[in-house]
T-cell receptor, first 116, second 111 residues
Framework: DAGVTQSPTHLIKTRGQQVTLRCSPK?????VSWYQQALGQGPQFIFQ???????QRGNFPDRFSGHQFPNYSSELNVNALLLGDSALYLC???????????????FGPGTRLTVL | DQQVKQNSPSLSVQEGRISILNCDYT??????FLWYKKYPAEGPTFLIS?????DKNEDGRFTVFLNKSAKHLSLHIVPSQPGDSAVYFC??????????FGQGTRLTINP
């Protein structure tokens, strides 16, 4: 059973460009969350997708957008890249639960984005 | 606004001894707390969790303690092993599955 997979592993872009990162959730999971981890910091929540809709969003600008497909896989898009967007982008998947319940999130290995 | 704080960036412990990692939080709405372990080039791996209705949860060598009045939790690892060397993240959730992480503590176990 494959866990959470992310592609690509590494990516180098220049300022102003656009990037798309991809995530396939663990089998049986229907919810995908994205996190940004800057060097020396903990992961920061970007947004979460469930049933192809953005269910919750963190404090990130509109340059960050996402999508979830019918097979539950997800994409993270970042437009007009800034130097400060350089980070490790982590995808986590989980099984949806009832209101207020916590279901364990399983993380992928991440995509390392470098903006020059 | 750092709602979850790990004030020790690093910790060095001798093999076989106890490792204690600390975490403080400010949001009283948090009702679930987790510890993740991260090796280089890998995503965080879930280690142990605790609900706000408990004050202790144990799993093998790992024990998490929660002090709600102090808004403090700690992870105890005993005995510490070389394979425990990693970055440990404390995280908290307010019921909606969004995780708020601390900055991490790098644990080094010395032989």
């Amino acid at each position: 059973d494959a866990g959470v997979t992310q592609s690509p592993t590494h990516l180098i872009k220049t300022r102003g460009q656009q990037v798309t990162l991809r995530c396939s959730p663990k089998s049986g999971h229907d919810t995908v969350s994205w996190y940004q981890q800057a060097l020396g910091q903990g992961p920061q929540f970007i947004f979460q997708y469930y049933e192809e809709e953005e269910r919750q969003r963190g404090n990130f600008p509109d340059r960050f957008s996402g999508h979830q497909f019918p097979n539950y896989s997800s994409e993270l898009n970042v437009n007009a890249l800034l130097l400060g967007d350089s980070a490790l982008y982590l995808c986590a998947s989980s099984r949806s639960g009832g209101a207020g319940s916590y279901n364990e999130q399983f993380f992928g290995p991440g995509t390392r984005l470098t903006v020059l | 606004d750092q709602q979850v704080k790990q004030n020790s960036p690093s910790l060095s412990v001798q093999e076989g001894r106890i490792s204690i990692l600390n975490c403080d939080y400010t949001n009283s709405m948090f009702d679930y707390f987790l510890w993740y372990k991260k090796y280089p080039a890998e995503g965080p791996t879930f280690l142990i969790s605790i609900s706000s209705i408990k004050d202790k949860n144990e799993d093998g060598r790992f024990t998490v303690f929660l002090n709600k009045s102090a808004k403090h939790l700690s992870l105890h690892i005993v005995p510490s092993q070389p394979g425990d060397s990693a970055v440990y993240f404390c995280a908290a959730s307010a019921g909606a599955q969004k995780l708020v992480f601390g900055q991490g503590t790098r644990l080094t176990i010395n032989p």
